[in-house]
């Protein structure tokens, strides 16, 4: 029998390419560095997938290593963090974090808490030396392994469409290293993060699966779109009348923005449950 409430946490969810930052991170960072054009690339990238019936994040990890091989040259661990300081965001992402937290402060006295996740199928080593690391209470990418003298020898966690289905249910049980399994039962009251207490934010159609689980859980979804583009804002609203996502908005994190006000509107309900079940749990103890 629980005698404290565990369930006190909100998780917003982020993607990362496309969702906090206009470009894919590679575009910032590894891709200059080898001189590649990120537009070739990425054809690139699809025709060796198409080719060798492949998977597509298997292999652009794999190219990129090619590349780096061809040029007799390696970016290590430092030198990815280090290029990640080349990343651009969307207007207000910096101040963000910060924002919604008090929001979520004030709106339950301080009873709930946000904590926030990237969930992304870039590198892990960029993301490690983003501006906005210190926001997140884990970030979930893919990685390579590294030899003795720094070098990127083969991938060791690739995360792609449907694989992030897998970081959400380590973050609803509280699992977050990988290594430890997420198969084991677990009572949904015991569970820290329940999917009702969850958004995702993301901004196109490689997020479906993760909005659908979101949402199909109780949870809620929001997709973001660059507002110059209007074949993203055709997806989102394709999505919308889907019913896979709850909200679309132009992806500015501004104060005052549609965005914000969207967002803060699913986080007031959410703390409206959460502070009723605690209360709920509360009085069912002295009963």
């Known amino acids: ?141 893919s990685e390579y392994y590294f030899d003795e003298e720094g070098v990127a020898k083969f991938p060791t966690v690739v995360v792609n469409d449907t694989s992030k289905i897998q970081f959400l249910f380590r973050i609803n049980k509280g699992i977050l290293d990988i290594n430890e399994s997420i198969n084991d039962y677990m009572p949904e009251d015991e569970r820290p993060v329940p999917f009702q207490n969850m958004i995702y934010i993301g901004d196109g159609l490689s997020d479906v699966p993760s909005m659908t689980v979101t949402k199909n859980n109780g949870g809620y979804a929001v997709a973001v779109y660059e507002s110059e583009r209007q074949s993203a804002f055709e997806t989102c609203k394709k999505l919308m009348n889907a019913g896979r996502i709850d909200y679309f908005a132009p992806a500015n994190y501004q104060e005052g923005e549609p965005l914000e006000h969207r967002v803060k509107l699913l986080l007031d309900v959410i703390v409206a449950n959460v502070l009723l079940e605690k209360e709920k749990f509360s009085f069912q103890q002295v009963c």
């Open 1 to 141: 029998m629980n005698l404290f409430f565990k369930q006190d946490t909100i998780a917003l969810v982020y993607d990362f390419d496309g969702t906090l930052s206009p470009q894919p991170m590679q575009e910032y960072t590894v891709l200059p560095e080898l001189g590649e054009d990120p537009a070739q690339f990425w054809d690139e990238c699809t025709d060796e997938a198409r080719k060798h019936n492949a998977d597509p994040m298997l292999t652009y990890m794999r190219l990129l290593q090619e590349k780096m091989e061809s040029q007799d040259t390696h970016l290590d661990r430092d030198e990815l963090r280090r290029l990640a300081s080349g990343i651009e965001y969307f207007p207000g992402v910096l101040s963000w974090f910060d924002r919604v937290n008090q929001h979520v402060a004030e709106k339950s006295c301080g009873e709930v808490r946000l904590e926030h996740y990237i969930i992304s199928a870039g590198l892990k080593e960029i993301l490690a030396g983003v501006e906005i690391r210190k926001h997140f209470k884990k970030m979930f990418a």
